[in-house]
């Protein structure tokens, strides 16, 4: 950290990955994300005026400054946007200096963003004790970034932000953000999750994102239901003539993948990574052929992660790149990478980054340092 502010409170969120419940979470589904180890921190110091500050401490020499009577809903700007949103949301009514210190990787789909607008949600709240709980505040992060950056995001990776607890996968319902800790220890049974950065970047502002979102609420108002959460799989065979044949793929994934993550809670807790594993793969399948959010490299990076010997893996996140995850038998982890690496400079890919993590706590507040 620089010595730019002596902040007034240092506050820390991190990314995700998403087990399993990919694009559902505007649909009031069920989603399964853990928080991963990475964290991006907001150090924030009150000013007397109403001027505002940030900074990046990866950037130090770009200082952006402008005034909360300029906050522009959707006007231009970089990763700031994230930030200011948030400043907006909360209706926070005093200038600030916001140093951010970004360790969540960038367009990989890990969620660097919603990491951004929760550390300094969290930061703020905690300066100007708003008294916001944790749900309200993934809601006020969400609405800076649907309503000031225009992104037409869902809900999950703000909540799984701020509520997620070290060791635990988190179910979470989107209807109306109740949680439950689903324990997660995979070590236990001698197994890791391998998280495959394509190192294609991925963008959600690019409009595929919500191009697929519209196809859903289509559905939902042409066949006058409150969600897709309400659609069974028969019901939507049986509305096939009401509906175009894209969007019937798009409510296809959807009425499946709802149902997939509740079976993955129960193999999950049951320990039964068997079928944990097919329904991750399941769920690649779905992403990839009804919701068509998949590219080259995430497919060749769960094809090979698959035949090498993994136990499932899938897309993470929006798609269109960013990264995919590989269950698998600790013991083959460093086969599996290297025949992904094999594979992606063999179809002339990008080289691929690999991490690994563990489930951790929400965001916090830091010590001041
Ligand atoms: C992005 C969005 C989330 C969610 C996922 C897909 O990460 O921010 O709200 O829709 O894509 O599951």
């Known amino acids: 950290m620089s010595d730019w502010l002596a902040p007034d409170v240092i506050a820390s969120a991190p990314g995700r990955v998403n087990l399993i419940g990919e694009h559902i979470d505007f649909s ?6 853990f928080a991963i180890e990475d964290r991006t921190f907001a150090r924030i110091r009150k000013r007397e005026d109403r001027e505002i500050r940030i900074r990046s401490a990866q950037r130090p020499d770009h200082l952006i400054t402008t005034s909360l009577d300029h906050l522009n ?34 367009g990989a789909g890990l969620s660097s963003s919603a990491a951004l607008e929760c550390a300094v ?3 703020l709240n905690e300066l100007f004790a708003c008294g916001y709980s944790r749900k309200e505040l993934a809601l006020l992060a969400q609405k800076a970034e649907n309503d000031y950056v225009g992104v037409p995001c869902g809900i999950m990776d703000q909540s799984v932000s701020l ?42 502002v690019d409009g595929g994102y919500a191009q697929r979102r519209q196809s859903c609420e289509s559905v939902v108002a042409k066949l006058e239901i409150a969600s897709l959460r309400d659609l069974s ?6 509305a096939q003539d009401q509906i175009t044949a894209e969007e019937y793929k798009r409510a296809h994934h959807a009425v499946t993948e709802i149902a997939r993550v509740l079976k993955a809670v129960d193999a999950l807790t049951d320990k039964d990574f068997t079928t944990l594993g097919q329904l991750m793969s399941a769920s690649h399948h779905s992403l990839r052929d009804d919701y068509e959010v998949s590219c080259p490299e995430l497919n060749c990076a769960v094809e090979t992660a698959i035949s090498h010997g993994a136990i499932g893996a899938r897309m993470v996140g929006g798609g269109f790149g960013g990264s995919a995850i590989a269950l698998a038998d600790q013991a083959k982890i460093a086969e599996i990478e290297d025949a992904i690496r094999v594979s992606f400079a063999s179809t002339g890919f990008h080289a691929p980054r ?13 010590p001041l340092t």
């Open 28 to 33: 009031q589904g069920f989603v399964l994300p």
């Open 121 to 123: 949600a969290f930061a």
């Open 233 to 238: 799989l028969s019901a939507l065979d049986s």
């Open 354 to 366: 690999f991490f690994t993590s563990l489930p951790s706590d929400g965001a916090r507040i830091e």
């Open 73 to 106: 809903p959707r006007g231009d700007g970089d990763w700031e946007r994230y930030v200011l949103g948030v400043i907006w949301a909360l209706n926070i009514q005093s200038g600030v200096e916001i140093e951010i210190d970004g360790h969540v990787p960038l």
């Open 163 to 204: 509520m997620a607890k070290s060791g635990s996968a988190l179910l979470l319902d989107c209807r109306d953000l109740d949680t439950r800790l689903v324990p997660f220890d995979l070590a236990a049974s001698g197994l890791q999750l391998l998280i495959i950065d394509t190192q294609v970047q991925h963008a959600l």
